[in-house]
């Protein structure tokens, strides 16, 4: 009988951490309107070929390889970060959204992974990471100086290292909107961002291995 009692009590401790997992959703719905939905595909990656030019290669430092459909990443350094960037760029002129899903992530210590966006180079650019699988930052940097333009807690119920996110970024008339696993977190005025270029790519900081699953960008052209 007390055997049947502790296995009812962690059925219930599970039921209502999945009621509060699904009432958080319902109160932090992301609002993006029609028009972007409907936007065109500019690009997109399932990482089933190597034909879309990102780069593979193998160091003491970081790798990069595609391999089974997967982008892998991983930098080998305690301290740090490791940029990676696509060759060719999206224009942060026109209304955009960013989309990226890492499935799989395996860090030790203090590390933070994410999508880089609006980069001249490793150097010069925006980025947008998960911190220790339970918040996000929001950062920029300008000749290798990174400074944090917002950060703050997210959902984390169910998060452990070896799980990924879904991270989006919404560019809409003057701000950009950023969502973590379809859920809004912050914004930005566009007033004084000043994008230094029009490159996107990933960002690992410490020692970490992350799987990307596939990126999208989308543009609405203007007509």
Same mark, same amino acid.
């Given at each position: 009988?007390?055997?049947?009692? &502790?296995?009812?009590? /962690?059925?219930y401790?599970m039921?209502?951490?999945?009621i509060?997992?699904?009432? !958080?959703?319902q109160?932090?719905?992301?609002?993006?309107?029609s /028009?972007l939905?409907?936007?065109?595909?500019? !690009?997109?990656? %399932?990482?089933d &070929?190597? &034909?879309?030019? @990102?780069p593979?290669?193998?160091?003491?430092?970081?790798? /990069?390889q595609?391999?089974d459909?997967?982008y892998?990443?991983?930098h080998?350094?305690k301290?740090?970060v490791?940029?990676?960037?696509?060759? #060719?760029g999206?224009?942060?002129?026109?209304d955009?959204?960013?989309?990226?899903?890492?499935?799989d992530?395996?860090?030790?210590?203090k590390?933070s #992974?994410?999508?880089?966006?609006?980069?001249?180079?490793?150097?010069?650019?925006?980025?947008? %990471?998960?911190r220790?699988?339970?918040? !996000?930052?929001?950062?920029?940097?300008?000749d290798g100086?990174?400074?944090e333009i917002?950060?703050g807690?997210?959902d984390n119920i169910? /998060?452990?290292?070896?799980?990924?996110? &879904?991270?989006?970024?919404?560019? %809409?008339?003057?701000k950009?909107r950023? #969502?973590?696993?379809? #859920?809004?977190v912050?914004?930005?005025?566009?007033?004084?961002?000043?994008?230094?270029g029009?490159?996107?790519?990933?960002l690992v900081?410490g020692?970490?291995k992350?799987?990307?699953? @596939?990126?999208?960008?989308?543009?609405? !052209?203007?007509?």
């Amino acid at each position: 009988m007390k055997k049947m009692r &502790t296995i009812s009590l /962690a059925v219930y401790i599970m039921a209502a951490l999945f009621i509060s997992h699904i009432s !958080y959703a319902q109160d932090h719905k992301p609002e993006i309107s029609s /028009a972007l939905r409907e936007m065109s595909v500019m !690009y997109e990656d %399932q990482f089933d &070929t190597h &034909t879309n030019n @990102w780069p593979e290669y193998q160091n003491g430092t970081a790798s /990069a390889q595609i391999d089974d459909g997967e982008y892998h990443i991983e930098h080998n350094e305690k301290e740090g970060v490791h940029v990676v960037l696509h060759p #060719y760029g999206v224009s942060m002129g026109m209304d955009s959204m960013i989309h990226v899903s890492i499935s799989d992530v395996r860090g030790s210590g203090k590390h933070s #992974y994410g999508f880089v966006f609006g980069a001249k180079d490793a150097s010069n650019n925006y980025s947008f %990471q998960v911190r220790n699988s339970n918040e !996000y930052v929001i950062e920029q940097m300008v000749d290798g100086k990174r400074t944090e333009i917002a950060k703050g807690p997210i959902d984390n119920i169910f /998060a452990s290292n070896n799980f990924g996110k &879904t991270l989006k970024l919404v560019k %809409q008339r003057d701000k950009i909107r950023f #969502y973590v696993d379809e #859920y809004y977190v912050d914004e930005l005025p566009l007033n004084n961002a000043g994008f230094p270029g029009d490159l996107v790519g990933f960002l690992v900081e410490g020692r970490v291995k992350i799987s990307v699953d @596939w990126t999208r960008t989308q543009i609405k !052209y203007k007509g």
